[in-house]
């Protein structure tokens, strides 16, 4: 009798993606969809979808979802767990969702320790309204509203969220992964895994960044996006556990790239 190796995870409903060729949103939808079939909280699972390309994220899990304003993601992940505290919450959210509009959201939920879990896709660009420069977006990476680069003098600096949070005495777990190649796909499922596993443990706030592909706004083909991900966006963003609140005290919260 074949064995089976690779199937449909039930919690993702049959319908077809409106994602863009080769974006990486695809991959991690299948990654937290299987991570969900695996631990057996299918039943007990809410989502929460963003603004921006996966505001249709609830036509795809197959788990309870209740959308959020722009940016409003983890506080209404914090009043679903806080009512409902035996539920495993996440909120799905891309870098204009969380690090521009909600970054005061983002940053005091996890101040606070609260015990939600953050999927945070970070492809340095605006997707949905066109490529505009995001919060992540690069030095000199070009965008439709920095068609010459992004300049520091101008527009700052891009903003490196699991750093930032590993900062905070509330956050329990932050792991930067990629999506770029079958590796980085399992290493990304497992850090969902671990993510979510704090959470049903009680242990506070917990997010995984994603390095993720968009090779529509970036102009490139999906290869060579997933090597503009690695030899590019991997060396502002460099993958690696930022904190581990359930490491031992010799496997410490700096990044390990």
């Not at 932050?174 to 993510?195: D, H, M, Q, Y």
Request: glycine letters at 8%.
């Amino acid at each position: 009798m074949a064995k089976i190796v690779f199937k449909h995870p039930e919690s993702l409903k049959e319908n077809i993606f409106h994602y863009c060729p080769g974006c990486g949103h695809s991959i991690v939808h299948r990654l937290v969809a299987e991570v969900i079939d695996e631990m057996g909280i299918r039943g007990i699972t809410i989502g929460v979808p963003p603004a921006g390309c996966a505001v249709l994220a609830y036509n795809y899990f197959d788990v309870d979802m209740i959308e959020a304003l722009h940016g409003r993601g983890p506080a209404m992940a914090t009043a679903i767990k806080r009512c409902l505290p035996d539920r495993l919450v996440f909120s799905y959210q891309g870098d204009g969702d969380l690090a521009a509009i909600g970054i005061a959201e983002s940053f005091h939920a996890a101040n606070r320790g609260e015990n939600i879990s953050v999927i945070f896709i970070n492809n340095a660009v605006y997707g949905m309204t066109g490529g505009q420069m995001a919060p992540t977006t690069m030095l000199n990476q070009k965008a439709t509203t920095c068609p010459g680069g992004r300049k520091e003098a101008l527009d700052g600096y891009p903003v490196k969220v699991s750093e930032i949070f590993s900062q905070l005495d509330g956050t329990t777990y932050l792991e930067r992964c990629s999506v770029s190649s079958p590796a980085g796909v399992n290493k990304t499922k497992k850090a969902i895994r671990k993510a979510f596993q704090c959470q049903m443990d009680g242990l506070g706030f917990s997010l995984v960044e994603v390095l993720s592909l968009c090779p529509t706004n970036w102009k490139m083909t999906s290869v060579d996006s997933c090597k503009w991900i690695d030899e590019v966006l991997s060396k502002t963003f460099p993958p690696g556990v930022f904190k581990d609140k359930t490491a031992p005290a010799s496997r410490s919260a700096e990044a390990k790239p």
